[in-house]
């Protein structure tokens, strides 16, 4: 499964005040660390960018493409800033991201044709996020069939079912599972990307890592091709690429819902297996669920 | 053909929670089934109607509300015993006079009061502090020791001060009122934390009570979860009965300060709302919705 790096993202601190003061150097020890870790792409969130957004995405992808050989998912809803950076991409970039709205419709998905982007396309639309896989379904298929019209190839295109915080809505984190594993027989060849770690948001800091490894690993049991994660968790990094193949072997049997006695187990694979068990909706999630 | 109804048996049961002790006992939860479906399996205790007495002399209560109590207002025992006459089946004293921003009165004094209620009362007692979490820690430690055995329920232990509480609940022989703002997480993560010292017979889950108009849907969505996850899906970390404090809610509505008629039928539909969707305990203020609640879960209605 890809891995696109996380860690270059406004909402931290040490990101935004260095992009506010140009500051080359924490950017790009960043970008380093992440490629580094074994990140196949980075990804750059500049949010909103409302202030000078050309101006910040060219930096932001000049200073990156200094020190890192890898291509970037350009990660911002700032139509103006999109088209900056990836003027200024020399590999092939992904869009982050467009949606069934009709602003980025108009906006976005053009942006995608001219620089021959991958675009990554979310299951919002002008109603916002649909609650239910079938409502996803329905969303998604509609843009798509729209992307494809407007010459953008399906094989091109990584759909995001929009991933909700666990601790906000457990029942769209089961359903996003689902989702991703009846996309490649509602869109044949289209390709799939999440957002993580936003699952753990909302989450005690210490627990979050333990919740974005494991529904990784569902995810990508259910046919994910690519997460936006923190590559700088080496677990992560090492449960991706095939290791801790007990540890996968055991979400996998909470996954089937095969019983699995988590007393008898070591302490971390109970807690892999308790995690699955909330993640799969099989138990109530609390702050406290390692605890019962 | 004949008709067969459908059915359901669920795998969970609700914990059975003693109030008080000896004769003057009162049990709550107990049941395997959802709310009222006695067709689908056994309840061991009916839901129980509390009234509510407030040690403050129902300061800001509405007129109506007063009415059947207002000679005793200011005694809280014999107001107390009003409540039981009038057919409640326990009191809830709220321990509204030792609010910092009121009266502030001292924990002491309200360990004295509650002390000399469970003497002279001839039924269990539900004790709420005045819900400030830090003022709470001090009174209802101070209830608890004083009240040593009599196994009161009490709360509110909230997030921010569960574990002086629990403590206190835990050494001196009493259940406590596990409370948290209408979110099913939330409430399972304080169950969680509070059965590493308490077993599940001593707590109840207070998910708050909105009144009608004012949020109750969204109480009622939280306590018929309570309930499914508990019975259906079998989590014992949420198989406590629930406690529905919802009198006072009603009563502070603009609609029952206006017209005391109004105020009734807010607490009765609230109350009933509540029921349906799986509460153990009802508190109430007027008594004779009291009665009509009673006759609800009766079956007489």
């Known amino acids: 499964m890809i891995l696109i790096g996380e860690n270059i993202h406004i909402i931290s601190k040490a990101v935004s005040e260095a992009v506010r003061n140009r500051d080359i150097a924490p950017i790009q020890a960043l970008a380093r660390a992440q490629a580094r870790a074994g990140a196949d792409y980075l990804d750059l969130n500049l949010g909103p960018a409302r202030r000078e957004p050309e101006q910040v995405a060219s930096w932001l992808v000049g200073t990156v493409q200094e020190v890192a050989d890898l291509p970037i998912s350009l990660d911002t809803m700032n139509p103006l800033a999109m088209e900056a950076g990836l003027k200024l991409c020399r590999q092939r970039a992904l869009l982050n991201s467009a949606s069934g709205k009709s602003e980025s419709r108009e906006y976005m998905m053009p942006l995608a044709i001219k620089y021959n982007t991958q675009v990554v396309i979310s299951v919002i639309t002008d109603q916002g996020c649909p609650p239910d896989v079938d409502s996803r379904v329905e969303s998604i298929v509609e843009t798509v069939a729209y992307a494809n019209s407007m010459g953008i190839d399906t094989e091109d295109i990584w759909v995001d079912p929009i991933i909700l915080p666990v601790s906000a809505d457990q029942k769209q984190v089961h359903e996003a599972l689902e989702f991703i594993r009846i996309l490649p027989d509602l869109l044949p060849g289209v390709k799939s990307v999440v957002g993580l770690s936003n699952v753990s948001n909302g989450t005690p800091a210490h627990l979050r890592g333990l919740l974005n490894r494991t529904y990784m690993v569902m995810l990508q049991r259910n046919g994910l091709h690519a997460a936006i994660a923190d590559v700088l968790d080496e677990e992560l990094v090492e449960l991706n690429s095939g290791g801790l193949n007990d540890t996968r072997v055991l979400i996998n049997r909470v996954m089937d819902g095969e019983p699995v006695d988590a007393e008898a187990l070591p302490e971390k694979e109970k807690s892999y297996v308790q995690t699955a068990r909330v993640l799969m909706g099989d138990a109530l999630y609390s702050h406290a669920w390692l605890e019962t | ?301």
């Not at chain 2, 009144?211 to 989590?235: H, K, N, P, W």
Request: aromatic share 4%; glycine share 10%; proline share 5%.
């Open chain 2, 1 to 301: 053909m004949e008709y067969k109804a459908p059915l359901e048996s669920y795998t969970g049961r609700i914990r059975e929670v003693t109030i008080g002790r000896g004769g003057k006992a009162v049990r709550v939860g107990g049941s395997n089934i959802l709310p009222l479906h006695h067709f689908e399996g056994s309840a061991a205790s009916r839901p129980v109607i509390a009234l509510e007495v407030d040690d403050n002399g129902a300061a800001g209560w509405a007129a109506a509300a007063v009415q059947p109590f207002k000679d005793v207002v200011n005694d809280p025992v014999k107001w107390a015993g009003r409540c039981l006459e009038l057919g409640a089946d326990l009191v809830c004293l709220h321990l509204e006079s030792t609010d910092p921003h009121g009266a502030n009165g001292t924990a002491a004094e309200a360990a004295k009061l509650v002390k000399k209620m469970v003497q002279e009362m001839d039924s269990p007692l539900i004790v709420y502090g005045c819900g400030d979490d830090r003022k709470d820690i001090g009174v209802l430690t101070a209830v608890a020791e004083a009240c040593r055995g009599e196994n009161l329920l009490m709360g509110p232990a909230v997030k921010e001060n569960y574990e002086a509480i629990l403590r206190a609940v835990a050494d001196n022989g009493h259940c406590i009122i596990a409370q948290t703002p209408i979110d099913i997480n939330l409430e399972k993560e304080l169950n969680v934390k509070l059965l590493k010292l308490l077993p599940p017979e001593r707590i109840v889950i207070d998910p708050l009570s909105s009144a009608l108009g004012y949020g109750m849907e969204y109480s009622f969505t939280i306590m018929e979860r309570t309930r499914q996850v508990g019975v259906v899906y079998g989590d014992t970390a949420m198989q406590m009965p629930v406690i529905a404090d919802l009198g006072r809610e009603c009563w502070k509505t603009n609609q029952a300060r206006s017209d005391g008629e109004q105020g009734m039928i807010w607490e009765s539909i609230t109350a009933m709302s509540l029921l349906l969707a799986g509460a153990d305990i009802l508190v109430l203020r007027h008594p004779d919705n009291c009665r009509l609640l009673k006759e609800a879960i009766e079956g007489k209605l």
